[in-house]
């Protein structure tokens, strides 16, 4: 167990540093100075020197990089360039924007993805197994904005029932800022739905194909007592993982729902970053998806370990 | 079944293999971290001569196929049939409703909406079958060679491999094309290149299953290179997962470009598309002018859906 753990922290590790090596030097090639990109192309080029040289964008490549992850190493995320600020709070409070329209999302998907993948695993192959494979997959290959527009029209212009933009302002309470997000939060749950589904349907199939799952009918179980004792409890393993790898999705690929729905989140805050140049603002933003989604990634594999013993022994349940 | 557990074993778990699933599951790709169960495809699946007229049976594939087919004439001859020209403003008509003289009504420069959404189809079309095969190509390559390979090889392409995946494909495909700028070009390479990890991973964990073959040992012992053995001997074995593969990420393709033109990443005004349109006429929705976003929406939608269905088609096909 305490191998299994190492490893998985040194993998850990070593995926992130890839990351802030590709997030880097990504962002060192784009095009354009960001000096100049901050003060217009107006501006005289001995301020726009001056200007690099304080941002220290003038130094050569390693050292900027050095410098760059040794601040982080240190939780200090650099200065934006075009707030002239500290990176830190921006993505602070970006994140937690974030996390509460992810939440959402969250809530409304799993449960409503697993019932969706289970109906369909007692019908495989007939109609109602088709139907819900097949919506789902569609579904979770239209983009965001396509269905984000169709609700905003369905429910915000011609049953206005619900608020279209995210944000409910500041002194908005609890509530109304809830009922701002209900209508960002499903095109995520539509994309998220498909794979959840997909999953927790063949896991339970995997499981009701078992020698435990023929076992238990064999021996007289009601079938209601087999699919929640037996099946379930095993065909929920692998859904596990995949809601882990949807997290860093669901924080980051937020770009399209927080522009389209004008809330100011981590996808927000990319996009406008990259827009503006703003490389320190940019990784900074891009590394914390990157954080967040090797994170989930690994309480997943603890919490499958935690919860299936046979793992910690070895090799997998097939 | 190990998922994405990567149990402390050898190298080769290095990278995480998908659970293989049952034929008859629904084995499509998770999209932005692109987990694949195409593996199912190349483990029971074998792309027979029968397997086309199977197809031919499918009534999800005859609604896919004819939706595409639809959205191909379209894009070629969208031109000569669209009722007005896609750039021509009408200043004296903006924002009209739907009406017998604009089906879909107009945008707020009077410019014809259906017109727009017919023409839009074109660059699209172009440029996602474009990109899906570069990336296809590149990630046959590498994922046949990390399979065949293993050992360190496999590790260090693994990591870089499992680093992007970290990413949402649409950020590291916006990261890039603001790196060097949007052109018909870029998006077909930037999208290519965020592929490839995706479908190597699919071609690695295929190539894993079939490298344990009897075939493969006797073409080595016989003496073959490893080009050989990679490309005659497995990359034929491996071929209904790269296509099922293939079809899913064109799908994935679709979603990508469509939400790059979305982000202003794509293709640029005035030329007609559909997410760049939907971009421009987001903010009309709340006046009411629905029309403007809702029919590029749709039209996205079909495309998508065709793709999907003709996916699904030929995946259970060939895992029947």
């Given amino acids: 167990m305490a191998t299994f753990l190492l490893r998985r922290l040194g993998l850990m590790i070593l995926t992130l540093w890839i990351l802030s090596l590709i997030v880097f030097f990504a962002g060192q090639i784009l095009p354009g100075d960001p000096a100049r990109a901050t003060l217009g192309n107006l501006a005289a080029p001995s301020a726009v020197k001056a200007l690099d040289a304080q941002l220290g964008v003038n130094r050569p490549l390693l050292t900027r990089y050095l410098s760059w992850i040794g601040g982080l190493l240190h939780g200090n995320m650099g200065t934006s360039y075009s707030y002239r600020t500290a990176v830190e709070p921006f993505v602070r409070a970006a994140l937690l924007n974030s996390i509460k329209l992810a939440a959402l999302a969250f809530v409304i998907v799993v449960p409503l993805s697993i019932i969706g993948g289970v109906i369909a695993a007692l019908y495989a192959g007939r109609a109602a197994d088709r139907f819900i494979s097949v919506t789902g997959l569609a579904l979770s290959t239209v983009p965001e904005f396509v269905s984000g527009v169709v609700i905003i029209v369905i429910f915000g212009v011609e049953l206005k029932a619900l608020p279209v933009t995210a944000s409910a302002g500041a002194n908005a309470s609890d509530f109304q800022q809830f009922r701002h997000l209900i209508l960002p939060a499903i095109p995520l749950v539509l994309v998220l739905f498909g794979y959840i589904a997909r999953m927790a349907r063949a896991g339970t199939i995997e499981a009701l194909n078992s020698d435990y799952t023929r076992t238990a009918i064999l021996k007289g179980l009601p079938r209601a007592t087999v699919i929640r004792r037996h099946v379930l409890r095993n065909s929920l393993l692998p859904t596990i993982t995949v809601i882990a790898t949807q997290t860093g999705y669901l924080i980051g690929g937020l770009v399209v729902v927080e522009t389209l729905f004008n809330y100011q989140g981590l996808g927000n805050l990319i996009y406008k970053a990259a827009i503006a140049k703003d490389f320190p603002m940019l990784e900074a933003g891009i590394l914390i998806i990157g954080v967040v989604y090797v994170l989930a990634t690994l309480i997943a594999d603890l919490l499958l370990t935690y919860l299936n013993p046979r793992l910690r022994i070895g090799g997998g349940s097939e | ?320």
């Fill in chain 2, 1 to 320: 079944m190990s998922g994405l557990l990567q149990p402390p074993a050898g190298p080769d778990d290095a990278l995480p293999v998908e659970p293989v699933q049952r034929p008859g599951s629904l084995g499509m790709t998770t999209g932005y971290l692109g987990a694949t169960a195409a593996t199912a495809v190349a483990v029971a699946g074998r792309a027979t001569p029968g397997a086309f007229r199977l197809l031919l049976r499918r009534t999800t594939f005859y609604v896919g196929a004819g939706i595409l087919l639809f959205w191909v004439v379209c894009a070629i001859f969208g031109h000569w049939f669209a009722p007005y020209s896609p750039l021509a403003q009408q200043l004296l008509l903006p924002n009209a409703a739907p009406s017998a003289a604009h089906w879909f009504g107009t945008d707020p420069l009077g410019r014809d909406i259906l017109s727009r959404v017919i023409t839009g189809s074109r660059d699209i079309l172009i440029i996602t079958p474009l990109a899906t095969v570069l990336g296809t190509v590149l990630g046959t390559i590498l994922g046949l060679a990390m399979g065949y390979f293993g050992g360190v090889f496999d590790l260090i392409a693994g990591r870089i491999v499992e680093a992007f995946l970290a990413l949402p494909l649409v950020i590291i495909a916006f990261l890039f094309v603001v790196a060097v700028g949007p052109s018909t070009g870029t998006l077909i390479v930037v999208v290519g290149l965020v592929f490839t990890p995706l479908i190597a991973r699919t071609v690695r964990a295929a190539t894993l299953v079939e490298r344990q073959q009897d075939y493969v040992s006797a073409s080595r012992l016989f003496g073959e290179s490893p080009v050989r053995v990679m490309f005659g001997e497995i990359l034929p074995n491996v071929m209904p997962a790269i296509l099922v593969e293939f079809t899913v990420r064109l799908g994935y393709a679709i979603f990508a470009i469509a939400t790059l033109s979305f982000l202003g990443f794509g293709v640029q005004a005035p030329t007609p598309d559909w997410g760049a349109d939907i971009s421009a006429n987001y903010i009309n929705l709340l006046p009411g002018y629905w029309w403007q976003t809702l029919f590029p929406a749709l039209a996205i939608a079909s495309l998508v859906v065709a793709v999907i269905l003709i996916a699904d088609s030929i995946e259970q096909v060939l895992a029947s």
